[in-house]
């Protein structure tokens, strides 16, 4: 697994977040309603948003672009620490990510194929999402069999000679909708047989032009549909791609998955205690701003406990987020194991509960979409099982705890 190295001084970091800082004063925030009012406006749901298309094309001349990415001649070099606090800032914003290139799940494929592709692959489908010509998507939850234990894949890859030949289905298949989507990155199996069940899948890339390539139907999340990007239910027909698409070689699918899926999850957390920081601010404007049974909201006692709880709560997680960002730079994701199944348990669920309390202090206008409460509580609950749910984590620290502390 793979340590991210400072290559980049702190000055720079923070110069650069300054300048993130402005671009979202000055260009985001204000555009909010505009975003919304533009995507309800498609005529095709799968096409880009126009605002989206102006503010990454800003972005991108302002040298605020892949951010995220450790690699210093496609992105911007930083390493997961100091890339928490940008992080953060973007996830004040449900879209803010994707207008400075640094979202689901684009940030996680270009990483992957940065550590695992060829040269070959790499030019063929990493300069172009790293440019943000192009989108992609990684196809590995099933409908049919319990995803949570990834051994379960049943997507076939079977070679027949010069190619490898897929079928299978797959869903919630998250950025699949986009109409710029050219890449899917599938998992499936291509030994099904193989002794170690963690050696029977391999990840290969698939062109969505390819013949047999079918999106069955868009998904939505507690009634949001997330276009343009949006979550797709995808089948494939005997879709057949060359056999040097297959990454890394047949038996390694697990293995990449686990390189890309450690920073992935810690991105999500970071993206959620912007989240939870904007809730609480906006919790306090409005305790302060409202006037009820004689005295504002905020001389109440049990507003001030949900504030005082919320400020707790954040500050707990962000913490363990910068903690475990430090330990995955430092010793790399195989080693970083336990405290990013941590923190995957505990960012999600904070950021419920202060988003659960900002939507209570709001009264009817938390539950409405002229807020950004309701979708980023919804975010929020999808993050609970996104990249292995809760259950799944608190198996994997208990198993390793138990190991640690345990007699024997």
């Avoid at 207008?99 to 030019?123: I, R, W």
Wanted: net charge neutral.
């Amino acid at each position: 697994m793979h340590k991210t190295q400072h290559t980049v001084d702190d000055q720079k970091v923070a110069t650069t977040h300054q300048a993130l800082k402005a671009f979202m004063d000055a260009h985001v925030y204000p555009n909010e309603t505009r975003y919304l009012e533009e995507v309800k406006a498609l005529p095709d749901r799968r096409q880009p948003v126009p605002l989206m298309t102006e503010l990454r094309s800003m972005a991108k001349e302002q040298g605020l672009w892949n951010l995220f990415f450790s690699n210093p001649e496609l992105g911007s070099g930083f390493s997961n620490t100091q890339y928490a606090p940008l992080a953060e800032t973007m996830g004040r914003v449900m879209w803010a990510s994707e207008v400075f290139n640094c979202h689901p799940p684009e940030s996680g494929n270009m990483e992957l194929l940065h550590h695992y592709a060829t040269d070959a692959q790499k030019q063929q489908w990493l300069q172009p999402l790293a440019e943000g010509r192009i989108r992609s998507a990684v196809a590995m939850t099933e409908p049919q069999v319990a995803s949570s234990d990834a051994t379960n894949v049943e997507t076939e890859i079977r070679r027949d000679g010069n190619h490898y030949v897929i079928n299978g289905r797959k869903w919630f298949i998250s950025g699949a909708m986009h109409s710029d989507c050219q890449l899917l990155i599938v998992m499936g199996k291509t030994d099904p047989h193989n002794d170690s069940v963690h050696q029977q899948q391999s990840q290969i890339l698939v062109p969505t032009a390819t013949p047999g390539v079918e999106i069955i139907r868009p998904l939505t999340v507690m009634g949001y549909d997330d276009a343009p990007l949006g979550r797709a239910e995808l089948r494939f027909n005997n879709v057949r791609v060359p056999a040097e698409n297959i990454i890394l070689g047949e038996g390694r699918g697990f293995e990449i998955a686990q390189g890309r899926l450690g920073p992935g999850r810690l991105h999500h957390c970071m993206r959620l205690i912007g989240c939870a920081q904007r809730a609480l601010e906006e919790m306090v404007q409005r305790a302060e701003s409202r006037v009820a049974f004689g005295k504002p909201l905020s001389q109440q006692g049990s507003v001030r406990e949900d504030i005082a709880n919320s400020v707790c709560d954040i500050e707990q997680a962000r913490q363990l987020t910068l903690l475990a960002a430090q330990r995955l730079d430092d010793l790399g994701a195989k080693h970083a194991r336990d405290i990013i199944a941590m923190i995957k348990i505990v960012a999600p669920q904070m950021a419920q509960r202060v988003l659960d309390r900002a939507i209570q202090l709001h009264g009817a206008a938390g539950l409405t979409e002229d807020l950004f409460l309701a979708e980023a509580f919804t975010y929020a609950r999808w993050c609970r099982i996104a990249d292995g749910p809760d259950q799944v984590h608190l198996a994997s620290l208990a198993k390793q705890t138990l190991k640690k502390y345990g007699q024997g």
